[in-house]
């Protein structure tokens, strides 16, 4: 069984984050060992959070793993609370043995043109430096325009994203995958646009545009837990992608047709089922 590790916060209550890597991973069949970068009491959407840092403790748990001979196929990093959290991530990048390990990183920082609430300008240029370091990047269009530097837009081409991606891989990814895409003759689906630095290729997949009167939280965070899951499976990395953007869809369709859903996350719990089949059914063949 794969060990996977992830390195994000945990928000109590909020439907992200942890919340959800740790029942995706572990639904697909993957050990899910968790190094947590905060606690807070809900994701920073909530008007009232109370947040602990725990980078102190970090570096204290990673030295008991490295006692202990702990070693992990593949470390996922997602929102980390602080620009000096990012340094110590990267850190233990040099720390922790790395092998045919798989580095995959979500670099959590916004959303619809703007950072996250608590993240300083000068985040970005960090956590461009730690998606040098990563196998797999999985950016939506505001972090990638963050990690560049670019002027945030909604208006690109196709071509100028496959731009922002090879910009991105040129840095240091070997892969980057746009998020939150829609295809480019207009259709109305939702999916990602990948560029593979590795044979200069370009992949998408787009699934149903759940469209909905509000912002969905934690999607991101969802598909990227997906995504780390199938990977884990040994699922080859666009079949991975596929499946994650049909189980986000669905999971966002979920939400949509639940009586009593919440403003905070969308309902993943009742596709569960769904991304399991789908695990199950690609493993059962390889
Ligand atoms: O879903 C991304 C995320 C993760 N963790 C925290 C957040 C957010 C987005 O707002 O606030 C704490």
Known sequence: MKRVLTIQDISCVGKCSLGVALPIISAAGAEAAVLPTAVLSAHTAFAHVYKRDLSADMDKILAAWQAEGITFNCIYTGYLASREQIGTVSGFLDRLPGGDRLVFVDPVMGDFGRLYAGFPNTF???MAQLCARSDVIVPNLTEACAL?????RED??????????RRLCSAGAKCAVLTGVSPADGTDKLGILKYDSRDDSVFTYFGEHIHTDQPLH??????????VGALAAGIPLDDALALSVEFTARSAACWAAAADRRWYGVDFET???YYIGQIRAYTDKI
């Open 124 to 126: 970005p240029e960090q």
């Open 148 to 152: 560049l530097d670019e002027p945030y």
């Open 156 to 165: 690109y081409t196709q071509e100028r994203l496959v731009e922002l991606l």
């Open 218 to 227: 934690g999607t991101g965070d969802i598909f990227a837990s997906a995504c």
């Open 271 to 273: 596709a569960l089922p």
